[in-house]
């Protein structure tokens, strides 16, 4: 399945009816499989979760622990950025060259590895001997 085209389609369901900014995402797992999530807002804001965690937990729910790429969607004028705690839930599953696509819905398209996403990440060799 195209990723693109998954987090167009989910972003289609994204609960934003206070920020009216819709976010798709979709993920490829090593196993090829791909999985998807929509930000869902809540009036008790920031109670909410981000397209990316929304992504990262189907993948998880569903047996996979690997991510080998992903996708980021909204209707932006720029390419949409995942924010700084969806970039440390990326990197948890996701090694330092996963290619991470941010695009909008006009085309506007930027490509960056985990590693130019999240400089210095903090990672499981960090936890090493604890």
């Not at 948890?92 to 991470?100: K, L």
């Amino acid at each position: 399945m195209d990723l693109l085209t998954a987090a167009k389609e989910v972003r289609e369901h994204a609960y934003a009816p206070y920020s009216n900014f819709k976010v798709g995402a979709a993920i490829r797992s090593k196993s090829g499989a791909v999985y998807t999530g929509c930000n869902v807002e809540n009036v008790a804001y920031p109670e909410g979760t981000c397209a990316e965690a929304g992504a990262i937990a189907a993948m998880i729910a569903a047996g996979d622990t690997e991510i080998t790429e992903a996708l980021v969607i909204a209707d932006s004028p720029l390419p949409v950025s995942p924010c700084g705690g969806c970039r440390q839930k990326l990197a948890e599953f996701g090694s330092s060259d996963v290619r991470v696509t941010m695009t909008t819905l006009a085309g506007k398209t930027e490509v960056l590895t985990m590693a130019q996403l999240l400089p210095g990440a903090f990672t499981q060799e960090h936890m090493e001997g604890n």
